[in-house]
């Protein structure tokens, strides 16, 4: 039983430089989300997709992110010209979609903590 | 403005004992509720969820109860063992939305 993986699971930078985060999902599952979470703080949504459709984003995502998942299987996330806020673990989630009138479970990946100097 | 809120940022209760953890929600649209259990350095991982049109759903030790018409939801895990030791988050959503989750509740549990 594969979950949900994220790569790399720590990530140190400078200030300014380009991030790129990879996740892949549980093979079945068609949706995949990204979430932040910051110490003290629950996680807080930023995008998802279903299947190769980004279907929302959240105002916390600033135009220095975005989000692709080409193919409908694995999902990148990069963050341009990095802050020091940008520090915390970013976090993706993978469900399956059983119709609108249905929330879906979401199973979360370990994480990738970033670390801007 | 908090949507889902975990008012005791901890809690410690005895081995055997059992662990209550609390969850306001302010949001009536809300139709489906979960907990996830997080331990440090890793994702959250899935524990029991309940569907608004229930009160009351149970998963072994994990007994999770919806009050709607006080928009509050507990869990419960009897007996509470050390390896329950973790952060705790409540998290809510509505027809499909993406989950919007509380603060969270450190749970030590003391042998």
């Known amino acids: 039983d594969t979950g949900v993986s994220q790569d790399p699971r720590h990530k140190i930078t400078k200030r300014g430089q380009n991030v790129t985060f990879r996740c892949d999902p549980i093979?079945?599952?068609?949706?995949l989300y990204w979430y932040r979470q910051t110490l003290g703080q629950g996680p807080e949504f930023l995008t998802y997709f279903q299947n190769e459709a980004q279907l929302e984003k959240s105002r916390l995502l600033s135009d220095r992110f975005s989000a692709e998942r080409p193919k409908g299987s694995f999902s990148t996330l990069e963050i341009q010209r990095t802050e020091q806020g940008d520090s915390a673990m970013y976090l993706c989630?993978?469900?399956?979609?059983?119709?609108?009138?249905?929330?879906?479970?979401?199973?979360f990946g370990p994480g990738t903590r970033l670390t801007v100097l | 403005d908090q949507q889902v809120k975990q008012n005791s940022p901890s809690l410690s209760v005895q081995e055997g004992r059992i662990s209550i953890l609390n969850c306001d929600y302010t949001?009536?649209?809300?139709?489906?509720f979960l907990w996830y259990k997080k331990y440090p350095a890793e994702g959250p991982t899935f524990l029991i969820s309940i569907s608004s049109i229930k009160d009351k759903n149970e998963d072994g030790r994990f007994t999770v109860f919806l009050n709607k018409s006080a928009k509050h939801l507990s869990l419960h895990i009897v007996p509470s063992q050390p390896g329950d030791s973790a952060v705790y988050f409540c998290a809510a959503s509505s027809g499909n939305t993406p989950l919007v989750f509380g603060k969270g509740t450190r749970l030590s549990v003391i042998a």
């Open positions: 989630a993978s469900s399956k979609d059983r119709g609108r009138s249905r929330t879906d479970t979401q199973y």
């Open positions: 949001n009536s649209m809300f139709d489906y």
């Open positions: 093979s079945e599952h068609n949706r």
